[in-house]
């Protein structure tokens, strides 16, 4: 009796991720000085570079690992120092980007950037949150997925 009940439960958590349209969430934290930000991170802190975009020449984004935690540290020449401005992007990973997006907008989420796709491979937007914080809505990549 008891394995048929652990195994319903295992049966509903499955069904309830392969319904959910979101499936992952990392902030970006934007810099207008990419090297001093990665010298902060990598130098200091210890966090490691996963990935760097482009992956040739002057990099505008690293991903970086910090024990079991991932983040980005992207170059945003607008980016202010100090209290004032935004510095911190949430990225959140939907399984259909434009789904996603629609999903949002139906519900009155102010969109301030549609879905497109990127040099990457990736289908990227922007929506902003009830306090006016960006909030990006991406769909990896192919290869992203079968790696």
Known sequence: MRSLLVRLMMDKVSRRKADKMFNELFP????SDLDRSLAFYQGLLDAEIE????????ARYFGLKLGSSVFGLGLDDAATQGPDGQRCW???????????VDKLRTAG???????EDQSWGERVAKVLDPDG???????????????
């Open 28 to 31: 970006i934290l934007s810099t």
């Open 51 to 58: 990935y760097q975009f482009p992956p040739d020449g002057q």
């Open 90 to 100: 949430l990225w959140l990973y939907a399984d259909d980007c434009d789904a996603a």
């Open 109 to 115: 989420v102010p969109v301030i950037e549609p879905p």
């Open 133 to 147: 914080n960006v909030v990006i809505i991406g769909a990896k990549a192919a290869s992203q997925l079968t790696a």
